[in-house]
């Protein structure tokens, strides 16, 4: 590294300005802001105790940041959705210590976005390069097993691969806004049989006794808050046992990014019943919690991908992505989307059988998404 770059990590977000983090950025992207990881830091929903341990890697030239990524030593694998548990597994059998590792990621959101954050420039690559280097050089010093990166963009997998990541291919699916001006243009693009499923969905759905909200930033008090972190609490006990997020982070997620927060509500007889949070950028809406306390047939699709429709072709959005996993959405319009993530293992050989492992997953990734694509919706001129 030249002697006008250094890098440094960070114990917490705080000790660099929101300014100086959100210089790097290139985009509006809500999850690597520094509003966002800090609601996270300061809410208590990632610390030592939670295992995921900020260590946020700070690039400098001649004592300016000009690059940055966000970092966590982990003691788990909970809470990433790209799962290496079995990779744990097979290192602790062979007497390896595979915990803790780096994380490159946005703690519990499976969201594409970039991972080195680095301003438009004539070096933004180098400085990338610089961001993927420096993360195996912790490795290597501090001991530990691996470094994973997970949900980057496609335009990062050259230079993580230049820099001896090995890359693994997952998929989401993704709903893409084709410059609809009513829902009824959408649904004109499927086939008779999946545009008549989804009108009788939306029918079940919105019962005479159930009244939406649609509410954006300010809209928001804490009142809704209080009722969505019991609907949050109840699917996150029943999904995966204990929920990320605090009760905190909600209100501070919306103090400081009211123009990044999107909830949607659902009364019944004056109560809140269920809702669907949502974060929006300018030219995506990410679909992130869901939760409801009573069992009303099609609701979750409508709170969560219809409404998400609706409100993305109202305000010119052009995806929605509605978050991990779920063949289900391919029959409501969302299409199946390959994602991205680089993992790097300090031992040889354990980089060596990931690789062959990665080998043949990708391979039936491919398969699988292609399958998937067979199954698409949308008539066979789409």
Avoid at 241 to 262: I, K, Q, V
Avoid at 272 to 285: E, F, M, P, Q, V
């Amino acid at each position: 590294m030249s002697d006008r770059y250094s890098v440094r990590l960070l114990k917490s977000i705080d000790e660099v300005s929101a300014d100086n983090w959100n210089a790097c950025l290139e985009t509006d992207h809500p999850f690597v802001k520094f509003e966002f990881l800090h609601a996270l830091e300061k809410s208590g929903s990632t610390t030592a105790e939670t295992g995921w341990m900020p260590q946020h890697l700070i690039l400098e030239e001649d004592g300016v940041m000009v690059g940055a990524a966000p970092m966590y030593l982990k003691g788990h694998s909970q809470g990433e959705y790209v799962f290496d548990h079995s990779w744990a597994n097979a290192y602790e059998q062979a007497g390896g210590r595979y915990y803790p590792k780096l994380q490159l990621s946005v703690p519990f959101s499976p969201v594409t976005g970039p991972r080195f954050l680095s301003p438009s420039h004539e070096k933004q690559q180098e400085r990338k390069t610089m961001l993927a280097k420096a993360v195996q050089e912790v490795g290597v010093k501090y001991g530990l097993s691996s470094a994973h990166i997970t949900f980057l963009p496609p335009e990062d997998l050259g230079l993580l691969e230049e820099s001896e990541y090995l890359i693994r291919t997952g998929e989401q699916f993704h709903w893409l806004n084709n410059d609809y001006k009513t829902f009824d243009d959408f649904l004109d693009q499927l086939s008779s049989r999946k545009r008549k499923a989804i009108r009788k969905e939306r029918r079940g759905a919105n019962a005479p006794d159930l009244e939406f909200e649609v509410l954006k930033g300010d809209q928001i008090t804490s009142e809704h808050w209080d009722a969505f972190f019991e609907f949050y609490m109840d699917t996150g006990s029943r999904k995966w046992g204990t929920p990320y997020l605090t009760r905190a982070f909600f209100d501070l997620l919306c103090e400081s990014m009211p123009e990044s927060t999107l909830l949607f509500m659902v009364k019944r007889e004056g109560c809140y019943i269920a809702g669907a949070l949502n974060l929006i950028s300018s030219d995506c809406l990410y679909g992130r919690y869901w939760g409801c306390i009573e069992d009303h047939r099609f609701l979750h699709f409508e709170t969560c991908y219809y409404r998400a429709i609706d409100y993305a072709i109202e305000h010119g959005i052009n995806r929605v992505e509605a978050g991990a996993q779920g063949p289900h959405k391919l029959a409501r319009g969302y299409l199946p989307t390959k994602t991205y993530s680089a993992h790097w293992m300090q031992d040889p050989g354990f980089h060596r059988a990931v690789a062959d492992f990665l080998k043949a997953e990708t391979s039936e990734m491919e398969a699988e998404i292609n399958y998937l694509e067979g199954l698409s919706p949308f008539k066979k001129s789409q």
